[in-house]
């Protein structure tokens, strides 16, 4: 079974600074990689697909890397804003699941970023 | 511009009571899919669809029913909500196929007394 996890659990920066978000998952196999962004008590918003055949993925202030061999993903914030504060969310839709083309969520990172 | 619309965003039930969570999409998806959000679990499967007519069961299934009659409706039922059922749900879809985006609904925030 796919596991998802994401390090740190919360984290909390100065506006102005660059961060990077951590995922990790267990089985290679994979078909893409996604980041989501989550406001309190709201929904899923999409940040960035990684296709498994790509290695990076770029929109605005975010860049989300795919290392499939070694099961990694980072998500990079540059210039941190305090509108950036969010739960972000890594999801990984797996190869060999049994739930058809089911994403495989990690339980994400709180972020904070202070004026 | 709706993308997957669920309804309602917030519901208190009884223990017992029965109530259908709807999702509907409208981007002509084929793969829709029911979450539920809990703290300190992360986002559990419970029910799946890979058409109009086909449906399974996720990770945890027990007291959900699901159906799906047309491309763009999802509905999620509970029979005899539980107080174990009381979370926040999620509807998904995509377009079919392994590489495509899963684009989610606002959720259901559903409390069971």
Not at chain 2, 35 to 60: C, F, K, N, W
Not at chain 2, 70 to 78: G, I, V
Request: aromatic content about 8%; charged content about 15%.
């Amino acid at each position: 079974k796919q596991e998802v996890t994401q390090i740190p659990a919360a984290l909390s920066v100065p506006e102005g600074e660059n961060l990077v978000l951590n995922c990790s998952f267990t089985d290679s196999a994979i078909y893409n990689l996604q980041w989501f962004r989550q406001d309190p008590g709201k929904g899923l918003t999409s940040l960035l697909l990684i296709q498994s055949s790509q290695r990076e993925q770029t929109s605005g202030r975010l860049n989300a890397s795919l290392d499939k061999s070694s099961g990694r993903s980072t998500l990079y914030i540059a210039a941190s804003q305090p509108g950036d504060s969010a739960t972000y969310l890594c999801a990984v839709r797996s190869l060999n699941s049994n739930s058809g083309y089911a994403l495989n969520f990690g339980k994400g990172t709180s972020l904070l970023v202070t004026p | 511009n709706a993308g997957v619309t669920q309804t309602p965003k917030f519901q208190v039930l009884k223990t017992g009571q029965s109530m259908t969570l709807q999702c509907a999409q409208d981007m002509n998806h084929e793969y829709m899919s029911w979450y539920r959000q809990d703290p300190g679990m992360g986002l559990r499967l419970i029910h799946y669809s890979v058409g109009a007519g086909i449906t399974d069961q996720g990770e945890v299934p027990n007291g959900y029913n699901v159906s799906r009659s047309t491309t763009e409706d999802f509905p999620l039922r509970l029979l005899s909500a539980a107080p174990s059922q009381t979370s926040v749900y999620f509807c998904a879809s995509s377009s079919g196929g392994g590489n495509t985006e899963a684009f989610f609904g606002q959720g259901t925030r559903l409390t069971v007394v």
